[in-house]
Each structure stands twice: as structure tokens, then as C-alpha cells.
């Protein structure tokens, strides 16, 4: 599956894996991947419980990225199912294990997001907003809470 132990753990922890060959599996990969719109392999897919995908992942990534990914997935499936506390701790900790991935800034943006819809409370996104200023001012992600700073 995957040559560092760290991404096994995690898996078998937080995921029931699925692995579809694209080779020795052709007919099952083609039908996944057309259902999917898989372009590229690998491409790991978080899917909820409801068959939804909730988070994509193409190519390979170093372990500490390809973990922070996978985390952003569990919070973007726990959103969507709106739980709110679920999602936020899960963004967060993307931020707080992970603070160089690239998935930080969008785990940031998405945690002050979650906590709002969780709490109904605006100075959630203004919080939210000011930490931009301090970290990430580079990324989309940054600009996009900049109208949350105030």
C-alpha cells in the first residue's frame, strides 16, 4: 500500500481502504474511475458513508503531506455531515500536526468555518481572519478570510 508505516497506521485507523489496481483490476478500475472521474493514478478518494466524495488526492505526496490530506478529508466528510465540533477538531488539527503542508491553510480556513456553523458565532470567522494575518498570508486560502479580519 504505501511504504511508510505512519500512513498504514493512520489508514487502517481512520479508513476502511479500498484499492482498485488499474492493471490487474482493469474492469473494476474503469467503471470507479469513470463513476469518480479519476484521471490520474494514484488518486485517493475520501468518500462518506453515503458514497459522496468529500476529498480528493492525485498523485504521491511525501507521509507527513499525504497524512495532512487525509485528515483535511475526514474534516471536509464530517462537515458535510455537519458535525461541527468533529470537523473543526479534525481541521485543526491539520494546522496544529502539520503547520508547513499545504493543506494548512485550507484546514484553517475550514476549522473558523465549522466553528461558526457549529456555535453561530460570527467572531469565529473574525478570529479566524486575524490568524491569516499571522500565518499563510500568501495563500488563496488567506485571501479568502481576508473580509473576516475586518
Do not use: C
Not at 10 to 16: A, K, L, P
Amino acid at each position: 500500500m504505501y511504504p511508510d508505516e505512519r500512513v498504514v497506521r493512520f489508514v487502517q485507523d481512520n479508513f476502511f481502504p479500498a484499492r482498485v489496481h488499474v492493471k490487474e483490476q482493469s474492469e473494476d478500475y474503469r467503471r470507479f474511475a469513470q463513476r469518480f472521474g479519476v484521471q490520474w493514478t494514484p488518486t485517493l478518494l475520501v468518500i462518506d458513508p453515503e458514497g459522496t466524495e468529500r476529498h480528493r488526492i492525485e498523485g504521491f505526496l511525501p507521509a507527513d503531506d499525504l497524512i495532512a490530506q487525509l485528515l483535511l478529508g475526514l474534516g471536509h466528510s464530517a462537515f458535510a455531515r455537519e458535525r461541527w465540533e468533529e470537523a473543526e477538531r479534525r481541521f485543526r488539527e491539520v494546522v496544529d500536526r502539520f503547520p508547513n503542508s499545504e493543506a494548512a491553510p485550507e484546514a484553517l480556513y475550514w476549522a473558523g468555518v465549522a466553528r461558526y456553523k457549529g456555535k453561530g458565532d460570527a467572531a469565529a470567522l473574525a478570529e479566524t481572519g486575524r490568524e491569516f494575518t499571522k500565518r499563510y498570508q500568501t495563500s488563496s486560502w488567506a485571501k479568502k478570510a481576508s473580509v473576516w479580519a475586518g
